[in-house]
């Protein structure tokens, strides 16, 4: 059984940082695309960051290049993000996932969350102005 967890999340002010863990077990692929999606109060979920970890590429939505980073450490099957500059907007439940069978249609579709099955339960981040 597939099980992601996240921890990390919490309350900042604008300008802040915060570092995101996502602990990935049950998992049959050893590389695989991983993603991270977040879901603001009355909105849809919007993928934030993904990460091809056999290449180590990389994808972020335009809204958080430059102040965050996904990374990924094989030996402990985690991925992390780390949230730098973070502004009032940023606010939403955060969520990691992973594809059904370990990588997804095309890279176009990297920050589409249609293209993960498993997810896990979220974490709250939370960032006053």
């Known amino acids: 059984q597939v099980q992601l967890v996240e921890s990390g999340g919490g309350s900042v002010q604008a300008g802040g940082s915060l570092k995101l863990s996502c602990a990935v077990a049950g998992y049959r692929y050893v590389y695989y695309w991983i993603g991270w999606f977040r879901q603001a109060p009355g909105k849809e979920r919007e993928g934030v960051a993904a990460?091809?970890?056999?290449?180590?590429?990389?994808y972020y939505a335009d809204s958080v290049k430059g102040r965050f980073t996904i990374s990924h450490d094989n030996a402990k099957n985690t991925l992390y993000l780390q949230m730098d500059s973070l502004k009032p907007e940023d606010t939403a439940i955060y969520y990691c996932?992973?594809?059904?069978?370990?990588?997804?249609?095309?890279?176009?579709?990297?920050?589409?969350?249609?293209?993960?099955?498993?997810w896990g339960q979220g974490t709250q981040v939370t960032v006053s102005s």
């Open positions: 996932a992973v594809p059904g069978t370990g990588t997804i249609s095309r890279t176009q579709r990297a920050l589409q969350a249609s293209e993960y099955k498993h």
């Open positions: 990460m091809a970890t056999a290449s180590s590429s990389t």
